[in-house]
């Protein structure tokens, strides 16, 4: 996938960012970063279709957000979360909007990388961040060492890393290996590097991974 189809694949996910991808039994679902979310839903495994429901929380980017998403994982330890359409028979309109939103966006590719073998990470992989004005710029993209196998590391971001970007995809070889999780430090600031970062691969189920 090139860059500008790339592009077509991430929305907005209320204050911050997602990622269309296709998955075989839920359809095309969006990934995104937890702290993204109003709320998360209750720890509680019979919750109701309200609990897990947000209204007006999609959009494309630079967009208002109209459009409705279920929860269909969240784990803010990682701070991940992956979203689907709302109930076909209870919310009809809803879920057809999402499906138009997602539809017309584009869908990226999860890929791996490589774990870290030892306490210094795995070596640098070229990758690609979107900027808030929507341009993919080059930085240097790390597993994590022994004991931070989920997680990967930013540096050398060419524009830099802001508020705002969080839930965007981390691209290396046009596949999204990661997601940015921008913490709080940069927030009002100007970054060159972040992490940790969650590393969908490790951090996702392997139900929501086909």
């Not at 592009?7 to 204050?15: E, L, M, N, P, S």
């Not at 279920?70 to 076909?88: K, T």
């Not at 017309?104 to 979107?130: K, M, R, S, V």
């Not at 004991?147 to 990967?152: E, F, I, T, V, Y």
Request: glycine content about 14%; aromatic content about 6%; hydrophobic content about 40%.
């Amino acid at each position: 996938m090139n860059l500008d189809e790339a592009t077509k694949a991430v929305i907005r996910v209320g204050q911050g960012r997602g990622f269309v991808t296709e998955h075989d039994r839920e359809g095309r679902i969006v990934i995104t970063a937890a702290h993204c979310l109003p709320s998360l839903p209750p720890c509680f495994a019979a919750s109701s279709l309200e609990d897990r429901t947000y209204q007006r929380l999609l959009g494309p980017l630079g967009a208002e957000a109209t459009v409705w998403a279920e929860c269909l994982f969240a784990d803010p330890v990682a701070d991940i979360a992956v979203l689907g359409s709302p109930d076909g028979q209870a919310l009809y309109d809803e879920a057809e909007a999402y499906d138009m939103l997602v539809e017309e966006a584009g869908a990226l590719n999860i890929g791996t990388l490589p774990n870290g073998d030892n306490f210094q990470g795995t070596p640098f992989h070229q990758g690609f961040l979107l900027s808030l004005d929507g341009k993919w710029n080059k930085c240097a993209v790390q597993v994590g060492g022994k004991d931070a196998w989920d997680r990967l590391w930013i540096r050398d971001a060419k524009e830099g890393i802001v508020g705002g970007m969080s839930g965007s995809p981390i691209l290396v070889d046009g596949k999204a290996v990661g997601l940015m999780a921008v913490s709080g430090g940069a927030i009002g600031g100007l970054h060159n590097e972040g992490g940790p970062n969650p590393r969908l691969t490790a951090n996702l189920p392997s139900g929501l991974l086909s």
